[in-house]
């Protein structure tokens, strides 16, 4: 009896607790020529901490200085009886209200990032916002600001959009809106909104995989997308085993290409979008998408399941930059064309032949005194901006010559691949490895001898040591009269031995990396 009173007490609490604050937002577009969204919202309370109102500095993945607070006006706090609370702006991105207790709405507009020139730190299109008359490709962070306290807690987003908009996210909606776990969770979610999108699915290791598309002039459609990308992410479901994600959505938006601005993609935990040129479609568009979407997608693994504290607790507030953008983008990269090359989509010259193209690009385009390390920590500024795309050149050859090193120190029966589904098997989306830390833990996973490796060639701005990796294969290196890499050749005269790994190499992809005996 005396346990049962004790439990009663303990229930009615439980009952009576007061559910967890949630941010509720409204979106509205209704009006989409303007080029800017009216964001609205709604707080059941906030705290004295909760007093300064965060826009974004910068979003996961990006590696760029975005401050989005450049593109937000009239911003107003209003308290439970629609009476104006006092607001300053406190920075560039940050608003502070004067008593936050008192508050209960936030209003404010926030202009598109595609059609709002800026003089500096121009956001990539992919990663910002485009509202136009007949559609939208919105970004969280491009669009919504937080209490600051309230970063961790769970995010409502409601849309007021035109008659006969459909929308396109990997959020799912419920009675309050598009629910996510968190303003994080939200940021890595974006949306696709208009009255003409295509849609198409596919189903890829017994995952589901939705491609959606707006082309304004209907150029091309998302069925034949699907066409396009099936062989790679059938490739991309082979290399990995077991897909590391229970969904997945492809978001498109098809644009007219403008002087000097970028058009790219953007990667997410269960989702990917991109802002590319519209034109008619064709066996050589097919292809181009094909092989961005498969670098896009390799990020299930990097940095959805690897990836370091930095990027788990990520502070939209000042950017902190990671040293391992290696693993993220020049691994993916060097995964992306390396599947193909074992799924029978890349043949064995053309593989190398795009090896031989990142080397050259890197030599003649970018600072070869900039190291891996140096690109990523000041990726999010101007001289290290200039320097950032060399992260999918070189870092995706060093991914590619770490691999046969690891290989090599095996006896064939581990390479990158390995590395990678090891180390996603023990980490994974909810625990990030320490910032410090890794190449401590993969040199514990394969061999002390990897540390030399890292420190030379990621750490420092040493040459890639093409050549002698590659001789290791039975593949040479030859080189013009200036010195630049022409052709990677595989040598016919090759030895025993570098055929036993060259095998063990082309064979790691496979799910069978152990060479025959």
Known sequence: MNSLLRIVPA??????????????YTVDIDDPATHRATITLRVDSLAARDSVFQFAATAPGTYQTMNIGRF??????????????????QSENAWVFGDPRRVRTVTYQVLDTWNTPVTEFPIYPMAGTAIEADHALLNAHAMLGFPRGMQAQPVFIRFEAPPGWT????LVVGPDGYRADSYDHAVDSPFLLGARLTTSTLTVGGVPVRIAAHSPSQLITASELRDAMQGTLTAAGSFLGRLPVDRYVFLFRFAPQRQGQAMGAWEHSYSSEYVLVEEPFSPRVGRGVTDIAAHEFFHIVTPLNIHSEIVEHFNFQTPVP??????YEGVTEWASEKMQLDGGLLTLDQYLGNVVGKMRTDRTRYDTTFSLKQLALTSFTQAGARQYGNIYQRGAVVAGLLDIRLLQLSDGRHGLRDLMLDLSAAYGPRRPFPEDSLYAIIAARTSPEVLDFFAR??????????RETYALLGIDLVEDER???????PN??????????????????????????
């Not at 055929?499 to 005996?517: D, N």
Request: charged share 25%; proline share 12%.
């Open 11 to 24: 229930l009615l609490l439980a009952t009576s607790a007061p559910a967890a604050a949630q941010l509720r």
């Open 72 to 89: 937000v006006r009239d911003l107003r706090a209003t308290d439970a009886r629609g009476r104006p609370v006092a607001v300053r702006k």
């Open 167 to 170: 929308v396109e996210t990997p």
């Open 322 to 327: 990671s040293a391992h953008v290696w693993l």
């Open 457 to 466: 060639y990621i750490d420092r701005a040493e040459h890639p040591p093409v």
């Open 483 to 489: 010195g630049l890499p022409q052709r990677l050749v």
């Open 492 to 517: 016919p005269n090759a030895t025993p031995e570098q055929l036993r790994l060259r095998e063990a190499w082309l064979r790691s992809g496979s799910g069978a990396s152990t060479p025959p005996r």
